[in-house]
């Protein structure tokens, strides 16, 4: 099985900030991962896929990068509805994984 | 408008058996593999299965794998999760998810999920 590690747990940041999150496999995944963000009492929401594509509707601030084994989410700056989990899926191989979840919150 | 609606959770004791559903609209339902993902309260995301388009493909975590049997009926749009064998750590929310895709890998991408219907398995 592959294990995605998420880093940071948590981030406490300020409205404006820019933000990056980190996701980590524990053996390549190619470009086969997405993005979701949860706000509590929701579902999730997908942003990213192939790494790096925005899903429909997902506003230009949301950004993903990189492949292989590691990954990056970035915010370019935090509007007050971007403050919520965040979960990377590995869909390279079975079982399609998540990492534990980055918890984006207001400093 | 994609639309995903689950229902079917409940109160089950340990060793119990449920079977949860998914009514689907708003898009082709033949033309997407279809999954289940819980959640665990407080807890993250854990996929579960994947059944393909036409459902001939089926794949399971190895934690429900034996226990659980996903299904789909495309003349009825809906997608269902037998579970049996409970266990109290199949405690959680259970999403439907469609995917993304029509081709692998993006099948396995999930572009819109339901509200979730809840699973408690304590005696």
């Known amino acids: 099985e592959i294990v995605m590690t998420q880093s940071p747990a948590t981030l406490s940041m300020s409205p404006g900030e820019r933000a990056t999150l980190s996701c980590r496999a524990s053996q390549s995944v190619s470009s086969n991962l997405a993005w979701y963000q949860q706000k509590p009492g929701q579902a999730p929401r997908l942003l990213i896929y192939?790494?790096?594509t925005r899903a429909t509707d997902v506003p230009g601030s949301f950004s993903g990068s990189g492949s292989g084994a590691e990954f990056t989410l970035t915010i370019s700056s935090l509007q007050s509805e971007d403050f919520a989990i965040y979960y990377c899926q590995q869909y390279d191989n079975w079982p399609l994984t998540f990492g534990g979840g980055t918890k984006v919150e207001i400093k | 408008e994609v639309h995903l609606v689950e229902s079917g959770g409940g109160l089950v004791k340990p060793g119990g058996s449920l079977i949860l559903s998914c009514a689907a609209s708003?898009?082709?339902?033949?033309?997407?593999?279809m999954s289940w993902v819980r959640q665990a309260p407080g807890k993250g995301l854990q996929w579960v299965s994947i059944i393909g388009r036409d459902g001939r493909l089926t794949v399971y975590a190895d934690s429900v794998k034996g226990r659980f049997t996903i299904s789909r009926d495309n003349s009825k749009n809906t997608l269902s999760l037998h579970l049996t064998s409970l266990r109290d750590e199949d405690t959680a929310l259970y999403y439907c998810a469609k995917g993304l895709g029509v081709e692998v890998p993006e099948t396995r991408v999930f572009d819109y999920w339901g509200q979730g219907t809840l699973v408690t398995v304590s005696s």
């Open positions: 192939g790494a790096s």
């Open positions: 708003g898009f082709t339902f033949t033309s997407h593999a």
